[in-house]
């Protein structure tokens, strides 16, 4: 069972899932140019930005709860630049200190609620940390827009070369593969909703039908009618 909504933290999301033991493997984690913050009984991780789908593991009888970050957060509110935990699942006493994971671990351990244990620790994370650039959050909202590279190089006056690099420090690649990532985001709520692929590849920006099953098998190893 997966629930999510809105959280504390502005523009992030608070996610929960319960895993049964003995159950088939949940659908993969697709990219989507995020950072989560994940407990699970015991243990706290950071799911870094996916490049490629992210498989998951058959049902463990487990409780998962999870703040996802919106694209470009999650370092400032960390200390750490978004590539070094590139399609990674790093332990967060990897980055805090193995004392002061276990302590937030135990607090959200403890808690009555859990889920709210998480988001508390979230909430002092984002106010602790330096708070998310505006020009990247302008650089999300073009890229998602459909703008190209070097329109959005030209918008932020940043130039290619160093629009780039700040994008490897925000978002853990690219701007190129960030527009792929958001783009493929695109094309998924568009054909979830009904949307005839033809029309969903035109609408996302693909050049085509055929450019956006390309795409969507570089990105998640599935066909789009599998991920619908």
Known sequence: MYEERAARVPGAVVWTRTVTAGTAPAAPVLPDGCMDLIWCEGRL??????TRAHATG????????GIRFAPGAAPAYLGVPAHELRDRRTELSDLFGGAVARRLAERVDRAADPVAALEAVAVRLARAGEPPD???????????????????????????RRLHRRSLAAFGYGPKTLARVLRLQRALA?????????????RAGYTD?????????ELTGETLRRLV
């Open 45 to 50: 991780f950071v799911a870094g930005p996916d």
């Open 58 to 65: 058959p049902g463990d009888g487990r409780r998962y709860a």
């Open 134 to 160: 505006p020009l990247l959050t302008h650089v999300v909202r073009a890229l998602d827009a459909g703008r190209s590279v070097t329109e959005t190089a030209a918008e932020t006056g940043l130039g290619t």
């Open 190 to 202: 568009l054909a979830r909703a009904g949307v005839p692929f033809a029309e969903t590849a035109a």
């Open 209 to 217: 039908q055929a450019h956006l099953s390309r795409d969507v098998r």
